[in-house]
């Protein structure tokens, strides 16, 4: 089974901190994502990547940036957190045969 | 106009029916097709994945693609309580790894016992 996991379920932080988001996959899939989803807003791209040290900005790129130094990992940053971030984050990573799975999700709060 | 569009419900269904959703599309390229199921305050779940068109059946669950009437469905037999979530759609074209999927809003499911 494709496993998907994410470092915290839920996270509260300040305004102005900065937070790190990481997913790890264990199938060797080149293709990973991250997405934030908002309720009425449906599922919105953040970045992709689909190489080790390869991004690629998604719709809503703007206030995040990306890190994949290892083909498992894939690290979401927000440089100086907004209110306006506040959100249930989702990692997923995709198979050659276009398959996405999705990790279980981080919810958080900015104060 | 979005390129997915998806009823959001909520819709409410006793126990033992059968239950359809449905997801309409305006991109002709699309060619994978999925439905995710998502819980309350959970990652979504790959419940179905079709290729192209056709039916694929899985247990209680079967997924249609109308690639000419650009409809999708997901079609729930004997719906069970446990199946309330809300379910998403998703597609994307072919072509290189840079494609997206692309979701519709989801529909929010609740089967009542």
């Known amino acids: 089974d494709v496993k998907v996991t994410q470092s915290s379920r839920y996270l509260v932080k300040r305004t102005g901190e900065k937070v790190f988001l990481e997913c790890v996959q264990d199938?060797?899939?080149?293709?990973m994502f991250w997405y934030r989803q908002d309720p009425g807003l449906g599922l919105r791209l953040i970045y992709f990547s689909y190489d080790v040290k390869m991004k690629e900005k998604g719709d809503i790129p703007e206030g995040y940036s990306v890190s994949r130094e290892k083909k498992e990992r894939f690290s979401l940053i927000l440089e100086s957190a907004s209110t306006n971030q506040t959100s249930m984050y989702l990692c997923a990573s995709k198979t050659q045969t276009n398959e996405q799975f999705f990790g279980p999700g981080t919810r958080l709060t900015v104060l | 106009q979005k390129e997915v569009e998806q009823d959001p419900g909520p819709l409410s269904v006793p126990e033992g029916a059968i239950v359809s959703l449905n997801c309409t599309y305006s991109?002709?390229?699309?060619?994978?097709f999925m439905w995710y199921r998502q819980y309350s305050r959970k990652g979504p779940e790959l419940l179905m994945y079709?290729?192209?068109?056709g039916n694929k059946e899985d247990g209680r669950f079967t997924a249609q693609v109308d690639k000419s009437s650009k409809y999708i469905s997901l079609f729930i037999r004997d719906s069970q309580p446990s199946d309330s979530a809300t379910y998403l759609c998703a597609m994307r074209s072919s072509g290189g790894a840079t494609n997206k999927l692309i979701f519709g809003t989801g529909t929010l499911l609740a089967v009542q016992p």
């Open positions: 199938m060797d899939h080149e293709n």
């Open positions: 079709t290729y192209s068109s």
């Open positions: 991109n002709s390229a699309f060619q994978y």
